[in-house]
C-alpha cells in the first residue's frame, strides 16, 4: 500500500478519489470529494450528509480506496455522527475552501467521515 506515497500527494491537490463498494450493487464505485488532512487524519465530509450514496455505501462497507496523483490506497472510513466533531470538520472544510463554497456544494451538514491514514 502506498499509504506514505498517498499522504505526501495530499498536500499537493485540493481533491481526491473515493472508491467504495456499492451497498446493493456490490460494484467499485468513484467520486471525487474534497477533503481536509490534519496530522495523519483524513476527514471527508459528504455533500448530502446522510443522504450521499457513498456514505450510505460506507455505512455497510467501511473498506474504501484513496487515490490521488496515482497513488492508491485502502483504509477504514469511520463515520461521525456527534454534532460536535461534524462542526469542527465543517470549520476545516471551510478555513480550506472558503465559507462561501461550502455554504454553495454541500446542502447537508449533519455527518463526516474520519479517514486515518496511519498503520
Known amino acids: 500500500m502506498a499509504v506514505a506515497e498517498l499522504a505526501n500527494a495530499l498536500d499537493?491537490?485540493?481533491e481526491i478519489d473515493l472508491t467504495t463498494v456499492g451497498r446493493v450493487s456490490g460494484r467499485t464505485i468513484?467520486?471525487?470529494?474534497?477533503f481536509v488532512k490534519e496530522g495523519d487524519t483524513l476527514y471527508l465530509l459528504p455533500v448530502k450528509g446522510s443522504d450521499?450514496?457513498?456514505f450510505k455505501n460506507v455505512l455497510k462497507?467501511?473498506?474504501i480506496e484513496l487515490g490521488v496523483e496515482g497513488a492508491r490506497a485502502s483504509a477504514r472510513a469511520?463515520?461521525?455522527t456527534d454534532p460536535d466533531e461534524v462542526r469542527h470538520v465543517i470549520e476545516r472544510f471551510r478555513a480550506k475552501y472558503g465559507a462561501g463554497e461550502v455554504a454553495k456544494y454541500y446542502s447537508?451538514?449533519?455527518?463526516?467521515?474520519?479517514v486515518p491514514?496511519?498503520?
Do not use: C, F, M, Y
Not at 30 to 34: F, Q, R
Not at 108 to 114: C, F, I, M, T
Open 52 to 54: 450521499s450514496q457513498w
Open 61 to 63: 462497507n467501511p473498506t
Open 30 to 34: 468513484s467520486h471525487p470529494v474534497w
Open 78 to 80: 469511520i463515520p461521525i
Open 12 to 14: 499537493r491537490t485540493e
Open 117 to 119: 491514514l496511519g498503520a
Open 108 to 114: 447537508k451538514l449533519d455527518v463526516a467521515v474520519r
